[in-house]
């Protein structure tokens, strides 16, 4: 089966400017969830779909970050304004079962997409 | 809140060598534990994982035991090659939400030849 895909690999944009991230789960996987590393810090979270609706987003830095998932397929992760502390790698991850009793079932991560704000 | 804590690296062994990996955790209830590796150029793997105390998870030679009275799981490989250079991130999922996982810094291990 294909992996999780996260479009593109790399992205350099100005502060100020607009960076949207794609990221393609596994299909039939109807969680989702968004990753964060700042450059030489630990992966933090930032939010959870499950099929097209939030189930959490308190890892959400602040207003200037969209999440959708419209029809519970792929997901968008918008930076609107970008500024330079947004600059980190960012995974998405997808599980196809949340319950505790499914640890078959664990998050299959990305590659990661590399922001880097100038 | 939970917190996940691992040893700075780099961490830098010749092959065939012992490679041992210290991760300590701080969290309410009874988290799972878990080690994800990530090769150069490639995404997060899941390496392995336990879920209740006394487990112990095992993959690719690697080995690390969930210790509830230490709170710690430490990732453990006899005889490392090459390949096995790479970031390794210890992690714990909470009780009550599962896939929200907390990671430590990550540990980067350089293995020459």
């Known amino acids: 089966e294909a992996g999780v895909t996260q479009f593109p690999s790399h992205s350099v944009i100005e502060k100020g400017q607009t960076v949207t991230l794609r990221c393609d789960p596994i299909?039939?996987?109807?969680?989702l969830y968004w990753y964060r590393r700042v450059m030489g810090k630990e992966i933090k979270f930032l939010l959870h779909?499950?099929?097209?609706?939030?189930?959490?987003e308190s890892g959400m830095p602040n207003n200037r970050f969209l999440a959708e998932r419209t029809g519970g397929t792929y997901s968008t992760l918008k930076v609107q304004p970008a500024e330079l502390e947004d600059s980190g790698v960012y995974f998405c991850a997808s599980s196809q079962a949340r319950h505790r009793s499914s640890y078959n079932s664990p998050l299959h991560f990305g590659n990661g997409t590399r922001l880097t704000v100038t | 809140g939970d917190s996940v804590t691992q040893m700075e690296g780099p961490v830098t062994l010749s092959e065939e060598a012992f490679l041992t990996i210290n991760c300590t955790y701080t969290?309410?209830?009874?988290?799972?534990l878990f080690w994800y590796v990530q090769y150069p150029g490639e995404g997060l793997q899941l390496l392995l994982k336990a879920t209740k105390a006394d487990d112990k998870g095992s993959n690719k030679g690697f080995e690390a035991t969930y210790r509830k009275e230490t709170t710690s799981f430490h990732l453990e490989k006899g005889s490392v090659q090459v390949s096995d250079s790479a970031v390794y991130f210890c992690a714990l999922s909470p009780t009550d939400s599962w896939g929200k996982l907390q990671f430590g810094a990550g540990t980067q291990v350089v293995v020459t030849p």
């Open positions: 969290a309410t209830g009874y988290p799972s």
């Open positions: 779909f499950v099929k097209e609706s939030k189930q959490d």
């Open positions: 299909s039939g996987h109807d969680n």
